[in-house]
């Protein structure tokens, strides 16, 4: 139970942090371009956690370490923020891009099997197909809205979720004894890296004036990165690339509850309904199937329990000669 409560705990964190990025990117677009929301982002990331590394670990990182959190964070981080932040800024509904993104579980468990050797069963498939309608209800609205984006922007949230998909299964192909912190930093690091540059070289490194920015990149910081990113790979490493896929799918309609709260847009009868269609296909592909014991290991936890279990206490005498505590009840 305390295991279960824990993969809850996980689950629902990983949601709400991961969902709060839509809210960071309002706040942040308003006062400012995208590559310098996602520079400084980064920037103040790799400072607080290089302060942490610094304070406490101070361990040295072996190439091989370097190597594969850097490649992991140009995918999760560089990638799939590149991909869904400037197909918005070209004109890209956000609905569209959501469901683009939305894809990134039917990948994953497509590929979990020949990749991983990960088994996903016909429930769990019927769950995916099921969270993706759930998904295309909620974002029904922006589907219908006539987009002015230039065609080759569509690509970009394509590009989105296929970075995430490549980062999930580098992270689980070649795995690291490294703690969180000090794999998010290396990550940030490389993201950071990246998302400088762009900025410098589109002349938007230097930060507005405006608290508002501030107040987004303290929001972005803290709960969609060390949130969304730390909540992530710590359910990728407690369970299936598939179960912690299938999670994003509740991202769209936990996101559009917290543009009504924090922005007051208009949530309708069709993403009400996607979104209890989400959760409950969610729940399909999360459930814990009964598993079938062995029979050998059966009878061997059976012939342990036959010598060693205390008999109860009885106000009766014993028989004489007490007979040996059967096995048929396995």
Sequence with gaps: MSLLRTDTALAAGFVLMWSSGFVGAVLGTATASSATLLAWRFLIVVLVLGAWWALTHRRRF???DVAVHALVGLLSQGVYLSGVVWSAELGVPAGIAALIAALQPIAAAALAGPLLGEHTSRAQWLGLVIGLGGVAL???????APGAAPPVAYALPFLAMAGLVAA???ERALPSSLPLSDSLLIQSGASAVVFTVVAALTGGLTPPADGRFWLAIAWVVVLSTFGGYGFYWLNVRR??????STLLYLTPPTTMVLAFVMFGERVTAGG???LAICFGAVLLVLRTPRELSVPGEMMAECSSTTSSAPRPTSRRPAPARPRPRSSQKC
């Design 138 to 144: 909620v974002v029904g609205g922006d589907l219908a």
């Design 272 to 274: 009400l309904l996607g």
């Design 62 to 64: 072996s190439a091989r």
């Design 168 to 170: 999930t299964f580098t």
């Design 239 to 244: 369970g299936s690339v598939t179960r912690t």
